[in-house]
């Protein structure tokens, strides 16, 4: 992975992450639970990108 698509995928983590925590502030169970799906993927995500490039 390179540095260009693993700080692009930070950005969109920061993004989904922030619509959680606004989500969760509202008390809205439905979108909390989607965008920590959300989150969750990339980090996954960015894990096994992490894994292959060794």
Known sequence: ?????YFKLEELKHKY???LMEAQEAND???ATYFSGVVNGIQITVRELLEDSE
């Open 17 to 19: 992450n922030q619509k």
């Open 1 to 5: 992975m390179t540095n260009k698509q």
């Open 29 to 31: 169970e439905q979108e």
